[in-house]
């Protein structure tokens, strides 16, 4: 079941253009990564889908329902978190997240104090103490505490620390086990990696690449370490390796997925003595497209 779907969505800004023809689809119970560089159009899509901008062209749509004309009605079963959180100074973190909870028409008490004891947030001190990351923390537990179908997070983690990020995570895929869906825009692509189901790329307003993590994989390269009985020669020659570079007594360098069966029957004839394979990341995906300005691939990904 689709939750959240836009079609050829577009937006401009006089002869600027934010978005151009975006398409994107989450389903019931999925997370979906949303990833790109700054300036590639993830926060003006985010907020066409809140109903702060509208769109120009195309359509965006959430429960079915027009984000721009029934904005009122999604935000009953959304919960969104931005990337830099502001709340109001002189209300305590408890009162802050006790209003977003009635705002949704929740009451779970007993979620909301589980939260902030995993969080380690101290609910008692007024907003204008909070750093950054407490002010993240506030937002990320009266998102989660609330019952919502939807969770909307751009840059959810900015300003926490690796511990915390980890707790994070585990209520991201809490939410997912109980069916709920979710939109993680982020810049932390292991975070991406671990947590989501598919994930598309944004450059420049469109949408470059989408799909499941194995089937983005195809475009990126294999890590090769790789030590043999005689020297490895003329590796950097064959076809689909890349960053050839000597570590001792053994050659590191990168394979194309494609050519990796070609480059180990060549290695092979040398005698191995030891070989390490690390599989590629998101991370290489993501910079491969960004290094070679790749847009062979603009808006290949349909309906994501």
Same mark, same amino acid.
């Given at each position: 079941m ?15 253009? =934010? @978005? *151009? ?10 997370? !979906?990564?949303?990833i790109g ?9 985010i ?6 901008l ?10 079915? @329902? /027009? ?23 002189? $209300? ?5 997240i /006790? #209003? ?20 380690? #947030? ?22 989660f505490?609330?019952? =919502?179908? #939807? ?8 300003? #926490? ?5 980890? +707790?994070?995570?585990?209520c991201v ?15 932390? $692509? ?6 989501? /189901?598919?994930?598309?790329? +944004? ?18 390269r ?12 003329? +590796?950097?020659? &064959?076809?689909?390796?890349h ?12 394979? /194309?997925?494609?050519?990796? =069966? ?7 004839? !040398?005698?191995?003595?030891? &070989? ?7 991370? *290489? ?20």
């Amino acid at each position: 079941m689709t939750i959240l779907e836009t079609k050829n969505l577009s937006k401009t800004f006089g002869k600027f253009s =934010a @978005l *151009d023809g975006v398409n994107l689809n989450v389903n019931s119970g999925e997370v !979906y990564g949303f990833i790109g560089p700054n300036g590639a159009g993830k926060s003006t899509t985010i907020r066409i889908l809140l109903g702060i901008l509208k769109a120009s062209k195309g359509e965006a749509k959430i429960f079915g @329902l /027009d984000a721009w004309k029934d904005a009122v009605e999604i935000h009953k079963r959304i919960a969104y978190v931005p990337g830099d959180v502001t709340l109001w100074p002189n $209300l305590t973190g408890g009162e802050v997240i /006790d #209003l977003f909870m009635k705002l949704r028409g929740g009451s779970n008490t007993g979620k909301r104090e589980d939260l902030i004891e995993r969080f380690k #947030l101290d609910p008692s001190k007024k907003c204008r103490t909070y750093s950054k990351g407490n002010r993240q923390k506030v937002a990320l537990v009266a998102a989660f505490a609330s019952n =919502a179908d #939807l969770y909307i997070l751009d840059e959810p983690t900015s300003g #926490l620390d690796p511990l915390m990020e980890m +707790i994070f995570q585990e209520c991201v895929m809490e939410a997912k086990l109980a069916g709920k869906s979710v939109l993680l825009s982020s810049h932390i $692509l292991s975070e991406v990696e671990k947590l989501c /189901d598919r994930v598309g790329i +944004i450059r420049q307003g469109m949408i470059i690449e989408t799909g499941t993590l194995q089937e983005l994989r195809h475009l990126t390269r294999t890590h090769l370490l790789v030590e043999t009985k005689q020297p490895l020669v003329d +590796i950097s020659s &064959l076809k689909g390796v890349h960053e050839v570079e000597q570590k001792d007594a053994a050659v590191s360098f990168q394979v /194309d997925a494609e050519e990796l =069966a070609n480059v180990m029957k060549h290695v092979s004839g !040398y005698g191995l003595i030891k &070989l390490e394979s690390s599989p590629p990341t998101l991370e *290489d995906l993501f910079m491969r497209h960004y290094d070679s300005g790749n847009t062979s691939n603009a808006g290949a990904g349909g309906e994501a």
